[in-house]
């Protein structure tokens, strides 16, 4: 079973830059698609960013295209999310996902594993 645990989220101006990262335990995530939601208060989680197994594929959600950038370092069993020119509705939980679809997944029902939740606010 794997457990997955984000780290790296705070309270930042709008401008500013954040990395996100997520570890996995358990067993070795690098035959595992991975990805990053996002769930703001009062709203539905929703897609953010997925990468395949090898790292290779990546894929964003329209927002954060541009300014996001997911990575994976399979070696370390880790994933990370840079985040550059940070707006307010970027304030959000952020979490940390796994899917055995190694293309990785946008659908949150397709994800089996997921991290507590890690929380990024941005300030006008």
């Known amino acids: 079973q794997v457990q997955l645990v984000e780290s790296g989220g705070g309270s930042v101006q709008a401008g500013d830059s954040l990395t996100l990262s997520c570890a996995a335990s358990?067993?070795?995530?690098?035959?595992?698609?991975m990805g990053w939601f996002r769930q703001a208060q009062g709203k539905e989680r929703e897609f953010v960013a997925a990468?395949?197994?090898?790292?290779?594929?990546?894929g964003y959600a329209d927002p954060v295209k541009g300014r996001f950038t997911i990575s994976r370092n399979n070696v370390k069993n880790t994933l990370y999310l840079q985040m550059n020119s940070l707006k307010p509705e970027d304030t959000a939980v952020y979490f940390c996902?796994?899917?055995?679809?190694?293309?990785?997944?946008?659908?949150?029902?397709?994800?089996?594993?997921w991290g507590q939740g890690e929380q990024v606010a941005v300030s006008a």
């Open positions: 996902a796994a899917t055995r679809i190694s293309k990785g997944s946008r659908d949150p029902a397709e994800c089996g594993a």
């Open positions: 358990g067993r070795p995530v690098s035959s595992y698609g």
């Open positions: 990468v395949d197994f090898s790292g290779t594929r990546v």
